[in-house]
T-cell receptor, first 110, second 113 residues
Framework: DAKTTQPTSMDCAEGRAANLPCNHS???????VYWYRQIHSQGPQYIIH???NNETNEMASLIITEDRKSSTLILPHATLRDTAVYYC???????????FGSGTQLTVLP | ETGVTQTPRHLVMGMTNKKSLKCEQH?????MYWYKQSAKKPLELMFV???????ENNSVPSRFSPECPNSSHLFLHLHTLQPEDSALYLC????????????FGDGTRLSIL
C-alpha cells in the first residue's frame, strides 16, 4: 500500500468548508484513495473513495490531482459532529486489510 | 447507525473467563472482518470471512476463536486472555467484491483484569 502523509491536526469554523489534504506521491495505478474518519469511542466510518476522478457523495467531496499524488477531502459545511480523526489511505481495490496511519485530528470550532 | 451492530459495547473479564463478542450486519454484505485496535498501534486485521468461509487468519493466537454461522453474523469467542489483549475489537463488513468499502461497527471495548 502506498504511504500517505497528512497534517497532524486542523481547525475549522462551524459552517465553513473543511479541506483536509493528503499526500500519496508513491501511489500506484491500481490503488484507490479511501477516506475514513473515527469519532472518539466509535468505530471508523467510511466517507468516500476514488481512483482518478473527483467524487462526491452526501457526506463529502474528494478531489484527486491529475497526477494522483495528492488529494483533498472537502466537508462543505462542517458541523461540531464532524470533529474526528480523518484517515486517508491508498490501497488496491482487492485489498482486504485496512491500515490507518496517524490521520488528521479535525476540530470544528463553534 | 452504520448497519453493523456489535455487542456488548464494553466487556471486563478475568484471564480465566470465557466470553463471546457478537457482530451483526444488516447491509446484505458477504464479507465480514474482525480487527483489533490498541492505543498507539495501527489497526490490526485478525480474521476475514467470505460467504461464511474463513479466508484469512493473521496469525491470531488460538485464545481467539471466530465463528461465522451465516453472512450476517460473526462471533469472536474469547478464552484465557492476557492483559495485552485489552483493546477495542472492531467488526466490519463489505460487499466482498472488488473495491468495496468496509463498514464498521462501534466496537467492543475489552478490558482484561
Amino acid at each position: 500500500d502506498a504511504k500517505t502523509t497528512q497534517p497532524t491536526s486542523m481547525d475549522c469554523a462551524e459552517g465553513r468548508a473543511a479541506n483536509l489534504p493528503c499526500n500519496h506521491s508513491t501511489i500506484s495505478g491500481n490503488e484507490y484513495v479511501y477516506w475514513y474518519r473515527q469519532i472518539h469511542s466509535q468505530g471508523p466510518q467510511y466517507i468516500i473513495h476514488g481512483l482518478k476522478n473527483n467524487e462526491t457523495n452526501e457526506m463529502a467531496s474528494l478531489i484527486i490531482t491529475e497526477d494522483r499524488k495528492s488529494s483533498t477531502l472537502i466537508l462543505p459545511h462542517a458541523t461540531l459532529r464532524d470533529t474526528a480523526v480523518y484517515y486517508c489511505i491508498a490501497i488496491p481495490g482487492s485489498a482486504r486489510q485496512l491500515t490507518f496511519g496517524s490521520g488528521t485530528q479535525l476540530t470544528v470550532l463553534p | 447507525e452504520t448497519g453493523v451492530t456489535q455487542t456488548p459495547r464494553h466487556l471486563v473479564m478475568g484471564m480465566t473467563n470465557k466470553k463471546s463478542l457478537k457482530c451483526e450486519q444488516h447491509l446484505g454484505h458477504n464479507a465480514m472482518y474482525w480487527y483489533k485496535q490498541s492505543a498507539k498501534k495501527p489497526l490490526e486485521l485478525m480474521f476475514v470471512y467470505n460467504f461464511k468461509e474463513q479466508t484469512e487468519n493473521n496469525s491470531v493466537p488460538s485464545r481467539f476463536s471466530p465463528e461465522c454461522p451465516n453472512s450476517s453474523h460473526l462471533f469472536l469467542h474469547l478464552h484465557t486472555l492476557q492483559p495485552e489483549d485489552s483493546a477495542l475489537y472492531l467488526c466490519a463488513s463489505a460487499e466482498g467484491s472488488h473495491n468495496q468499502p468496509q463498514h464498521f461497527g462501534d466496537g467492543t471495548r475489552l478490558s482484561i483484569l
